[in-house]
């Protein structure tokens, strides 16, 4: 009961609740106060410029600065392309530099070659085998 009375409450509230503001405004696009003024801003004087210098580089720091910028692309370049064949795999048949190590190693055997436990029938085997020790 106590239930049905908030929600009875509820809807009292809502209903009596005036809807003025909404149904003021014609659209809803309206902005709800006009924009203020701003006041005209006051012409501010500089003092004539002298120099005809722009503040821009010259033509030798820019030179300095387009070398320095190309020898810093062709030293990352080199770290990425050294790091690349170090870590990158050996070829078989390659012929000597410093990455010649010999043979390359024989795969490891794989499961049920050269006498290897496959995992099916291991015990059965293994009580054969005592089985015959036995006897």
Known sequence: MRHLGSVLALVVVLVLTPTLPAAAQSSPFTPL????????????RTPPSSST???????????????????????????????ARRSAPRRRGAKGGQGDRGPAPKPAAAPGARGRPTGRGGNARKRARKRAKTR
């Open 33 to 44: 106060l006009p924009p203020p003024q701003a006041p005209a801003p006051a012409p501010v």
């Open 53 to 83: 210098d722009n503040g821009g580089l010259s033509a030798g720091a820019k030179t300095g600065l387009l070398l320095a910028g190309g020898l810093l692309i062709a030293g990352i370049s080199w770290v990425i392309v050294r790091d």
